[in-house]
């Protein structure tokens, strides 16, 4: 199966297994380099594209630095993926700060290091205000459209999400700004997510499009940009179709031109995308160690869902292929577990596959957005190394396994260390 084939080959990948030991992350520079590009091309006749790398699909200030020579900025939600930000020299207007529920120290550092500020709610100006006393020059809003109904489907219930301003406050909000000095404005919209449908995309911005320019009208304003969310899906299944970029550009350059033609200002329109940027050039490495057979058949890999949550916390499906036996016909079916006490600790369900013996080198899918960041310590499991397949195949850890010093480290017990 297409979806089998690893890119830097097998043999590569039997390399990696003999020099480090599994499990591991790896990630493929050269394809995540490649998509940008093609992300890049696509997008280079919207005006003043920019795409800011959602921080907390991979916090590795290695990845950070290559999604930065790509022209990447940063979009941000917390102090620490701030402060990874600061870390890799991206500050200023390359930093879209997109967080909820924020604390103070969080809106101090974004102000220090002049980053786009992303209002979640419209007692973030009193908030702000109270502790920081003067709003920045330059501060956007996140608008929540509520019941949401495209061609009578019910696609997504932002009605239900507990970010955004209503669209009655998101008025008030850019009014009061605009009277206390606020000089430039930006509007954002996060409303579906992993979505494949292009025409989705284009009715996001449509609604979105549509409300700036009816803000402007209202309020004598100009936005400087419209922040159209991270959205784009990732084919996980084999049966599915990667979003096309050429089309969903297309589809929102017609936009564009339909409520923007003729300004005389530029309005810059970015976005704010993880998982299509990296997520498909990642790989979750494994080996099976157990086999087991009893109402279903198991196979156990020295992994666990702490290396990859999404199955457990979405039912998301995760392609797996096994090593030297990618062409193999997939005649079983097997459960794939981890380790964890937890029955819900299972890669796949029913999966089927060619057949798995012992020691085969299983490998996970996808697994470079909100893989490893989602990790999670639970029943001591321990953090696995990540490791950069640079573009010209040479492998380089980025960050080593966790030991047990570091499980303990927040411990001051006698004996423990
Ligand atoms: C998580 C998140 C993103 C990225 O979502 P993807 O599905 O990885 O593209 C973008 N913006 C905000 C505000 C987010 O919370």
């Not at 219930?157 to 850019?174: H, M, S, V």
Request: hydrophobic fraction near 40%; charge should be negative; glycine fraction near 6%.
């Amino acid at each position: 199966m297409k979806k089998d084939i690893l890119p830097f080959g097998t043999q590569r990948l039997q390399e990696l297994v003999s020099e480090y030991s599994t499990p591991f992350h790896l990630y493929d520079e050269k394809g995540i380099r490649k998509n940008l590009q093609a992300l890049k091309s696509a997008f280079s006749k919207v005006p003043g594209f920019k795409e800011y790398y959602a921080v907390k699909a991979c916090p590795n200030p290695y990845i950070l630095d290559i999604l930065k020579e790509e022209g990447c900025g940063m979009d941000c939600s917390s102090l620490w993926e701030l402060i990874l930000s600061e870390t890799v020299s991206i500050t200023g207007e390359d930093i879209m700060f997109t967080s909820n529920n924020t604390s103070v120290e969080e809106f101090k550092k974004a102000k220090e290091l002049w980053a786009i500020i992303n209002f979640d709610d419209i007692s973030m100006i009193d908030y702000y205000l109270e502790n920081i006393w003067e709003l920045p020059e330059l501060l956007c809003f996140r608008y929540n459209p509520g019941p949401l109904k495209w061609w009578n489907v019910l696609i997504w219930t932002p009605e239900d999400a507990k970010y955004g301003l209503t669209r009655e406050q998101i008025f008030t909000a850019y009014e009061r700004c605009r009277d206390l000095g606020v000089k430039r404005f930006g509007i954002h919209t996060m409303v579906a997510s992993n979505e494949l449908e292009n025409d989705y995309f284009i009715e996001t911005a449509k609604i979105l499009f549509e409300l700036a320019r009816d803000i402007e009208w209202e309020l004598d304003i100009e936005f400087d940009f419209i922040n159209l969310g991270g959205w784009i899906g990732v084919a996980y299944k084999p049966e599915e179709t990667p979003v096309s970029f050429e089309k969903l550009w297309k589809g929102i350059a017609d936009l564009y031109a339909t409520y923007f033609s003729g300004r005389k200002d530029s309005l810059s329109i970015v976005i704010e995308c993880g998982r299509i940027i990296t997520g498909p050039y990642g790989y979750l490495v494994t080996s099976a160690v157990h086999k087991k057979e009893i109402y279903k058949n198991y196979v156990g890999v020295d992994s666990c869902m702490s290396d990859l949550m999404r199955p457990w916390m979405y039912g998301a499906y995760h392609h797996i292929s096994v090593l030297w036996k990618e062409d193999q016909e997939k005649k079983y079916i097997y459960d794939v577990v981890g380790s964890l006490c937890e029955n819900n600790d299972k890669f796949a369900i029913e999966r089927r596959l060619p057949e798995i013996n012992i020691w085969d080198t299983v490998v996970i899918h996808d697994t470079w957005a909100h893989g490893y960041s989602m990790w999670f310590n639970y029943n001591a499991k321990l953090k696995s190394r990540e490791i950069l397949l640079q573009e010209d195949w040479n492998s380089k850890v980025i960050r080593r396994a966790e030991n047990l010093s570091d499980y303990f480290a927040t411990l001051d017990y006698p004996g423990l260390k």
